[in-house]
Nanobody
C-alpha cells in the first residue's frame, strides 16, 4: 500500500508564492514509487491535471500553469513538491498529490489540501 501525506496549502496573495509537499511511503513490498504528480479541483469542477514528474525528472504541466508552477521531487525521501509562483485567483482549488508504483497499475491519492489565492 502507498500512503501520501500532504502538507502546505493555505491562503496566498497574488504576487506571493506557496509550496506544497507530498511524502509517499510504501509498505508490504512491491515496486518503488514511480510517476508522481499534482491535480486540483475547484468547487463544482472536475479534477484536473496540474503537473507530473517521472522518477527520472521528466515533467509535464497543464498549459494554465506553465511558467508559474514548478514540480520537483526528492527520490530519497519519496517526496514531490509543487512550487506555486505568481498564483492567480483562478488557481484556487483543492490540490491533490498522486503517485503510481513501478510495475503497478493503480493510482494512489493524497487527501488534498486547500489553496486559496486572493488579490
Amino acid at each position: 500500500q502507498v500512503q501520501l501525506v500532504q502538507s502546505g496549502g493555505g491562503l496566498v496573495q497574488t504576487g506571493g508564492s506557496l509550496r506544497l509537499s507530498c511524502a509517499a511511503s510504501r509498505s508490504g513490498g512491491g515496486g518503488a514509487i514511480n510517476t508522481m504528480g499534482w491535480y486540483r479541483q475547484a468547487p463544482g469542477e472536475q479534477r484536473e491535471l496540474v503537473a507530473t514528474i517521472t522518477t527520472g525528472g521528466s515533467t509535464n504541466y497543464a498549459d494554465s500553469v506553465k511558467g508559474r508552477f514548478t514540480i520537483s521531487r526528492d527520490n530519497v525521501r519519496n517526496t514531490v513538491y509543487l512550487q506555486m509562483n505568481s498564483p492567480k485567483p483562478e488557481d484556487t482549488a483543492v490540490y491533490y498529490c498522486t503517485a503510481t508504483v513501478i510495475f503497478g497499475t493503480r493510482q494512489y491519492w493524497g487527501q488534498g489540501t486547500q489553496v486559496t489565492v486572493s488579490s
